[in-house]
């Protein structure tokens, strides 16, 4: 059964002003093509779609919420899910987190 508490929220296509006020064109940007892709979120994640369409199903759900180029994303930290990206996707993204991201260490 799915957690209710880890809604994802889909504001379709915001104003400028709030991509702006955002600053959402510095932030890091991700792709990835067509295909099933299975993710966990450790950290919550907004993103802008500048293209792409994808259909997120939460584990344990047969339920999707689906979004594509011009949303705005909001995923909630420790989300599990199957994304079923049917367009290659584009897209600004950010996490929020009290610590730093992981970095990488070479032994």
């Not at 990835?32 to 199903?57: H, I, M, N, W």
């Not at 759900?61 to 367009?87: M, N, Q, R, Y």
């Amino acid at each position: 059964m799915a957690d209710n508490n880890l809604r994802i929220v889909v504001e379709k296509n915001p104003s400028e002003s709030k991509l702006s006020e955002l600053n959402i064109k510095c932030w890091p940007k991700w792709g990835c093509s067509p295909g099933k892709y299975q993710l966990k979120f450790d950290a919550e994640e907004t993103c802008y779609l500048l293209k792409g369409k994808v259909r997120v199903y939460p584990k344990g759900s047969t339920e999707f919420v689906e979004f594509g180029a011009g949303d705005l994303v909001t995923i909630p930290k420790g989300l599990s899910c199957t994304w079923d990206v049917s367009v290659a996707v584009d897209k600004h993204y950010k996490f929020e987190s009290s610590s730093p991201p992981p970095s990488s260490s070479r032994q």
